[in-house]
């Protein structure tokens, strides 16, 4: 190669990389509107954190631990107290509507087994009775009574039957 070809390529090149300079067009383009978006998938509430929606612990931490009611003796009526827990199950159910729970009966240790499964039934039913008058399906709520056969704590004490008497709502999917 003679040195005239090769100045005149290194010309060539020279020019060709002073027009690739960069500058800021005269003209932008308008911000936002025209501009693509990219859709970024349906939102998420599930973090990934924490237990799942449709199970037991999720219900629990979502109605704060009231997924329990406790009665006094001999009784399954529903006190103020009770009702709040009771509305607040209610929420949860109406929000997720794909699930379904039970409800538990439970009594203490006294009294016969044959009446302590009535009392347990009265109180789980006393339960979802409140729960459907908040908007809650029946068909969506179950009953079963356990009387005395599952205490949640044990001993022949009135702090121990208290804690027994109660009806506890349990998601089933």
């Known amino acids: 190669m003679n040195s005239r070809t090769l100045i005149l390529t290194a010309a060539i090149g020279s020019l060709a990389l002073a027009g690739c300079k960069s500058s800021a067009p005269d003209d932008l383009p308008p911000v936002g509107g025209d501009t693509p978006v990219m859709d970024a998938g349906p ?21 704060n631990g009231q997924n329990v009611i406790y009665f006094d003796t ?47 039934e009265r109180r789980a039913n006393s339960a979802k009775n409140y729960l459907v008058s908040l908007g809650v399906p029946a068909g969506r709520l179950r009953t079963v009574s356990y009387g005395k056969e599952a205490p949640v704590a044990l001993g022949s004490n009135a702090q121990a039957w208290a804690q027994n008497r109660r009806a506890v709502t349990v998601i089933l999917n």
């Open 43 to 63: 939102a998420t509430t599930n973090t990934g954190a924490g237990p799942q929606v449709g199970t037991q612990d999720h219900f629990v931490a979502a109605v």
């Open 74 to 120: 001999d009784r399954y009526n529903i006190d103020s107290q009770d009702a709040a827990a009771l509305q607040t199950q209610a929420q949860y159910m109406m929000q997720y509507t794909n699930l379904n729970a039970t409800i538990e009966g439970h009594t203490d240790e006294r009294g016969t087994r044959e009446y302590n499964l009535a009392l347990g």
